[in-house]
């Protein structure tokens, strides 16, 4: 087949479409579905598809894992060449009714490995209750996940309403009187509309646990724990989270019946696809440093991780006051504020964005070419969420960290997480705020010996 150069190079990643540009029009992001969506009521038969379509659909590996042809013909449509590893084994069991444990996070298409067969099982038959829950910590991941429930469920009928707190509850109000299928929701909102009785949780069949961890993190354990109290005990669930702590396991445990376990390492995650090195510069050139990498004119947009909401909002202003446009985005931030960021950043009317890491959480932008660790994160796992901002499904990024001398046992944490060392690299830096901190490894030392050698 002859298949553009693009096309050519994702087929070899395995994945597809990184580039909304190369997408067809319908794929493109609903910002309705942040309040409420029904699926238009396209049937998906054969019948109504052009040839090329239908012979698409009946040979793509989607197709093969067991979906029905409406969802595979919206992957299809979407570009997606075949399903990324968290999908192919992800799917078969959700299908089958089988509770799942997915280790995996976001950037490896685990939204969809969950989301299509909630929508199989949801299409197949008719109710006005509400059947589906997806809990997930984040208003960005709630919006980003509905969206995606928009694009895939696009030519079956199943109605979905999106519930997340900062924003007034009366859209949300109305969407839940559309009797929808399936919600997604952050667990307080959530819990506010259940004790309002506008929710009811009771007639619930597919329960999805988004990003356990950061639940646990950002201390809703108590709200999750509510939630599952409400549901019926007979129900599938489907379980994710980046990583699996004991606090994790315990959480699981409690709400699984017999699962299936999926788990997709970081290091395959991460390595793969972006390019990936550490900076070592004392902490008051980072400044220097930073405006040098983003005066790159390769650099198309660039997402930079501060600790804190404070560095974050003074990074910004530094960064403007220095002439590079940039916007800050933190949970201080209203959440109008929050998205209009987003959203300048998404149209590309601003090419930098500073975050921290709770609210960079689950930002799915396309095309973010370079990931800055302008502060080495204390929390290893939080590295791999941060680079899986860029090189998303198969796309190449670039990651680079700053790490100063109180920073090196982060660095050293990282390695370990993710097999493997990082490369060390005064470039592209110019100017003279490279100069190491006294004590960095020059660039030929070895490196600090890891527990296991990489995994190439
Ligand atoms: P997620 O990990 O669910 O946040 O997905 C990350 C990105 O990968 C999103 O932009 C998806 O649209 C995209 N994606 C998910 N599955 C696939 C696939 N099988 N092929 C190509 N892109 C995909």
Known sequence: MNLPRSRRRRRKHGLAAPHSSDRPSLSSSSSSSRVASHATGDSGNAASLSPELAEAVAISPFTRLGLSQPLVRAVVEERYARPSPIQAEVIPHALGGRDVIGCAQTGTGKTAAFVLPL????????????????????????????????????????????????????????????????????????????????????????????????????????????????IPHKRQTLFFSATMAPSVETLARSMLIDPARVSISPAETTARTVDQSVVFVARAHKRALLQDVLRDETVQRALVFTRTKHGANRLSDQLDRAGIDSAAIHGNKTQGARERALDAFRRGATRVLVATDVAARGIDVEGVSLVVNFDIPNVAESYVHRIGRTGRAGASGRAISFCDESERPFLVDIERLIRHPLRVTTAPIRSAAATPWSGAPPREQPRPRLTRPPSG
């Open 119 to 230: 929508l199989q099982h949801l299409a197949a038959t008719t109710s006005p209750r509400i059947r589906a829950l997806v809990l997930t910590p984040t208003r960005e991941l709630a919006a980003q996940i509905a969206d995606r429930v928009a694009v895939y469920g696009r030519h079956v009928h199943v109605r979905h309403a999106v519930l997340y707190g900062g924003v007034s509850q009366r859209s949300q109000e109305s969407a839940l009187r559309a009797a929808p299928d399936l919600v997604v929701a952050t667990p307080g909102r959530l819990l506010d509309l259940v004790q309002q009785k506008l929710v009811d949780l009771a007639g619930i069949t597919h329960f999805v646990l988004d990003e356990a961890d950061r639940m646990l993190d950002m201390g809703f354990v108590h709200d999750v724990r509510r939630v599952v109290a409400m």
